[in-house]
């Protein structure tokens, strides 16, 4: 394996395990909430209330901003841009209407049918899915895993190639601004 290979996997794998570092802490004070109604005896009540929806909502918001994030960073992405809006409008459809709908039908209503105890524990596991994939794309999208290919110097992998296949010289970061002198007041 390769120097870069190796890096390439590193990478991922910190990437892998920052994304779930991210769900974990979304769904901690779920969990506590979850542990003191085991502790009660209430476990099967918390199906029945809408946490594991407003987790399932945070998450589904959280996977939307990586979305934007990849969709407003690069602006060469062409083709891409309309899975991306896919991806989002997804996300709204799947997660975050119905994770809403539930959250105000659950605390609007004294009689919560039982379907609410499969439904929320599969919001969420999509929501995670969704978001998983959502901070995958964005780093994919923002250049986040770029190495050195096998045989290239440094200098050769800066430059990048458009969708026409010429090549160009790497830009500046968006927000690298230069600074006017003397207009800082230092």
Known sequence: MTNSQQRSESQSLSMMYGTYADILFVLFPFLVIGMQRLWEGQLYETLMRPDLSIAAAILAGLAIGKFVLGLVTNRDLGRYKERIVFFIALTLFVVLGPSIILILS?????DVPGFVAFIQP????????????????SNILTGFGRETG?????????RQFTDAGALREPRSAPLDLPRRAGSDGL
């Open 150 to 158: 096998v045989g290239q110097t440094d200098g050769e992998s800066a």
């Open 122 to 137: 599969i919001l969420l596991i999509v929501a995670i899915s969704l978001y998983t994939t959502a901070v995958s794309i």
């Open 106 to 110: 659950i605390l609007g209503s004294a």
